[in-house]
């Protein structure tokens, strides 16, 4: 068997995001995507002993690097804690309930029933986020915007309430997306009720 | 019970048996069959596939779970202390290594079958019962009228915010003891009832607060 190159590997990476954009992590094939770059399924296996390990590739990175940006963009020195907190939200479940981001977190969960991606997720995505978002809330609780409180917890229960009207039945498949107003609606409920929550009395 | 219904029961019986020994990959159709007696065909006519049994007697188990965690709601005594009880109850039961079993197993599953539709029904109807108990809460003024499903939502995810996710992902693997579950439920429950705190009356200018009226 030929010697793996970074170059083949990338080629790969690059065809199967282009599969998986236009059908889907579902409907896409190992065929497809070996259609696309030519050579033998051998060679394509050899590189990615799955359809999954080549989604996860592809695809957890992408939403990570689209997550990370999201929460970096959170200002914590903005006049209006409220309007930044809608903003973000927004943002932030926009990225969350795509169909790849959805379809990475439902095969995140199914393989963390059998291998360490559930930890390499968390460790890579979960983590950074809430420590971004603990750090925002610290600033505004400095800032006498918000009560003083764990800032860790504080992190947590925003981005659940963010989540909480939707995710569990797009994860179990109950709804298929969410629409653009449906998260409007949703994030708007969510901070403000983080908001008279966490904030001043 | 008629025949077709007592061997409905022996099934999820023996299935249950087998998941919690073995987990839900290593058991078999052919296995439960051996220890429920039949064929495997009169396992099929009752349960479509093998994730189907799995959500039914995961299920079936919680019915039990149901009634003792419910009687917690109870609206005769402060809603702190009832739903301080009542999310620590939730969480022992949600973190333990069958419950995040089954949620992995139909999220997994989400895509290619009906069955996180029907898991997700099963969910619903707990959260009816919490809806119902925020809405006399909110009828009889200890918090504030809102929409009870939708507070039912925001309790649920407080509850789950601090707790779940590592577990889920096994990032973490020991189930979280008493303690554990019961100061993330009381920091959720804190977080909640400020939220959804009665409106306050108008502020009492300062100097004035001599009221004892427990309005104040």
Known sequence: ?201 | MKKSALKRRAILDAAYRLFRAQGFDKTSIAEITALAGGSKATIYSHFRSKEVLFVECMMAAVEDYMSSTLKHLDTSVDPRVALEHFGTSVLNFLCSPERLEVRRLMIAEAARSGTGKLFFDKIAALRTHVSAFLSACMQSGKLRRDDPDLAASHLGALLEAEILEPLLLRVREASPDEKETALAASRAVAAFLRAYAPARLTPVPHGQLNCTNRFC
């Not at chain 1, 799955?50 to 690097?65: G, R």
């Not at chain 1, 990475?104 to 978002?133: C, M, N, Q, W, Y």
């Open chain 1, 1 to 201: 068997m030929k010697t793996k190159t970074e170059a083949k590997r990338q080629a790969i990476l690059e065809a199967a995001a282009e599969v998986f954009r236009e059908v889907g992590f579902e409907r896409a094939s190992m065929s497809e995507i070996r259609a696309r770059i030519g050579g033998s399924k051998a060679t394509l296996y050899n590189y990615f002993p799955s359809k999954e390990k080549l989604f996860f590739e592809v695809m957890h990175h992408a939403k990570a690097l689209e997550l990370e940006a999201i929460v970096g963009a959170l200002n914590q020195d903005a006049d209006d804690l409220k309007q930044e907190l809608v903003h973000f939200g927004q943002k932030f479940l926009a990225v969350v309930y795509s169909p790849e981001a959805i379809a990475v977190r439902r095969l995140v969960i199914a393989e963390a029933r059998h291998s360490d991606v559930g930890k390499v997720s968390f460790e890579r995505v979960t983590v950074p986020i809430e420590k971004r978002v603990a750090e925002f809330l610290k600033r505004n609780m400095k800032r006498g915007n918000l009560r003083t409180a764990d800032a860790k917890t504080a992190a947590m229960h925003l981005l659940g309430l963010l989540e909480s009207e939707a995710l569990q039945r797009v994860l179990l498949g109950v709804i298929e997306s969410v629409k653009p107003d449906a998260i409007s609606g949703a994030v708007r409920r969510a901070v403000d009720v983080f908001l008279s929550g966490y904030g001043r009395r």
